[in-house]
């Protein structure tokens, strides 16, 4: 992890946001020039890169979340 433990979130959007660039890179170079050949393209190449990072598990993101019971929450108010 290259980034303060604060910012643990943005480092899979960077990660992520750099492979959508290639991979639209790599759809700009096939559609040859045309737009919606190229749009075509970046969404096919997308979806095997993003199926095959999701079938082999990389790119998880985990949290855990640790609840504390509080005495003066409101839902344990009695009225």
């Known amino acids: 992890m290259f980034l303060p433990a604060q910012y643990a979130w943005f480092e899979p959007v960077l990660i992520a946001t750099i492979v959508v660039f290639i991979i639209d890179l790599i759809g700009n170079s096939i559609g040859f020039g045309n737009r919606f050949l190229s749009a075509i393209m970046s969404s096919i190449v997308f979806a095997l890169v993003f199926g095959t990072l999701v079938y082999f598990g990389y790119g998880s993101v ?11 929450a409101p839902a344990q108010m009695k009225k």
């Not at 985990?62 to 003066?72: D, E, G």
């Open 62 to 72: 985990t949290m855990s979340v640790t609840t504390t019971p509080s005495t003066t």
